[in-house]
């Protein structure tokens, strides 16, 4: 990979370190390096095997339920608002799901979302027709909880299985979501416009739903028990806020999340009113998650060539800019290619949302947490962004207003993400640099400098 590669490049320059260097200097600079714990031995992970895999496909089906697909005959404005607020609960509980799970509650968190997802799916069907707080508190609230109580625990237990080939698993396991955004608006499609009609239809998706979500709680098991002393969040973020390149990806993911979701909530709606058939304005989100699945599954090929930050700072780049894009769309052709673009490129950037955050994470005992909080704030991006962006398209459907916002935001957000690579890579330079210190005064690494101090 070409981040690691830079890294050996880095480590051959902590090599070259002068032995001239005063005493106290070296001591400060491996006493920085103590604060950094390397990451577990890889030989500690079996890497496959019958547990690993189904705990991947668990989590596969597991997050095969986020897309939204029961209110398209609503207004715009409610659609941002419903959609946002059950993206936000999806992410924001995670500072819950992820404090729990590193508790050793996955299986309790799992359950109770699963639960929960199938009841308040069977409570939509109940929903009568113009009844918008019904649906809001159904899809809205009930679903945006269960899927935020399931959502980290689903990505985090793949690190009790895998490390070298965690990256790969895990976009595997981000495929789910995509997926089932292909196949749930097709199939609600022909059942709720055929002889079932909108109840039975979305108790048909519920049992569907429902039966996936007890595949996923029979097939999904931890491995590592959990830390005989419990993470502690306030130590975990006290940490964070010292450590530059996290804080730098938190505050990249939320400009980049609130410009984010603008073509996957107006997509559709962006092309009926550009004169594109209503029926095929229906299939270019099939045609958006299509693409998005893909770039989903091939995102772990890559990323074996470029890292896991070249391609998130690429792949930011390319949604910024073919948000910008839509300003143009205009035909049918462009509905096409925007659309296949841009899910292709949206596929790649969220398969690695976890590994990137893996990245950054020192000590794997806290990734439940430090994900937990890292996706808190990220909510908050979900929440504002497709509102405001309703806000600017008017009543009068003034396109460019909401793309031009939508599209410099999320450049802003990949902006900070370069910043991001250049400070991690500075630290990992110190870090270098300080044991080769250590290792020049004669002490094989730091411990060994403490202990004899």
Not at 2 to 11: C, D, G, K, M, P
Not at 155 to 173: E, G, K, P, Q
Not at 195 to 201: C, V
Request: charged share 10%.
């Amino acid at each position: 990979m070409v981040a690691e590669s830079e890294l050996r490049t880095v480590h051959a320059e902590g090599a070259a370190f002068q032995e001239d260097k005063k005493g106290s200097e070296t001591s400060e600079a491996c006493q920085v390096s103590k604060d950094w714990d390397p990451p577990s031995n890889p030989d500690e992970f079996p890497e496959g095997g019958l547990a690993a895999w189904a705990t991947a496909f668990g989590a596969f089906v597991g997050l095969d339920f986020y897309t939204q697909h029961y209110l398209a005959n609503e207004t715009s404005s409610a659609i941002s608002w419903i959609g946002s607020t059950s993206a936000f609960l999806i992410t924001s509980l995670g500072l819950v799901s992820g404090l729990l799970h590193d508790r050793g509650y996955f299986h309790h968190l799992m359950i109770a979302g699963s639960f929960l997802q199938g009841f308040c799916l069977f409570m939509l069907s109940l929903s009568k027709p113009d009844q918008y707080y019904q649906i809001f508190l159904s899809q809205g609230l009930g679903l945006g909880i269960a899927s935020g109580l399931m959502y980290i625990p689903s990505i985090a237990v793949i690190s009790h299985h895998f490390r070298r080939r965690r990256t790969l698993v895990m976009t595997f396991v981000a495929t789910g979501s995509s997926l089932g955004a292909i196949i749930h608006p097709i199939m609600l499609n022909n059942l709720l416009n055929g002889p079932l009609g909108f109840a039975n239809g979305v108790r048909a998706s519920a049992g569907l739903i429902s039966s996936f979500l007890l595949i996923a709680c029979l097939c999904m098991r931890t491995r590592l028990d959990p830390p005989a002393t419990p993470v502690n969040y306030i130590v975990v973020a006290r940490k964070c806020i010292r450590d530059v390149p996290f804080i730098l990806l938190i505050a990249g993911g939320f400009l980049f999340q609130i410009g984010f979701f603008y073509p996957l909530f107006f997509f559709q709606l962006d092309s009926i009113k550009h004169g594109i058939s209503a029926n095929f304005s229906f299939y270019s989100l099939v045609i958006l998650n299509g693409s998005n699945f893909i770039g989903r599954l091939a995102s772990g090929f890559i990323e074996a060539f470029t890292g896991v930050m070249n391609l998130t700072i690429l792949s930011s780049i390319l949604c910024g800019v073919l948000i910008l894009g839509m300003i143009g769309l205009s035909s049918l052709a462009s509905v096409v290619v925007l659309g296949v673009l841009y899910g292709y490129c949206s596929g790649l950037n969220t398969a690695m949302g976890a590994p990137l955050m893996a990245t950054l994470t020192p000590d794997l005992s806290e990734l439940g947490a430090r994900m937990g909080i890292c996706l808190f704030i990220f909510g908050f991006g979900n929440l504002i962004g497709t509102p405001i962006s309703g806000a600017l398209l008017t009543s009068h459907y003034t396109w460019w207003m909401p793309s031009l916002f939508s599209g410099i935001v999320t450049l802003t957000g990949a902006m900070t993400f370069i910043f991001m690579r250049y400070m991690f890579l500075r630290r990992q330079r110190i870090l270098d640099l300080s044991q080769a210190a250590c290792q020049l005064r004669g002490y094989r690494d730091e411990s060994e400098l403490q202990s004899d101090h």
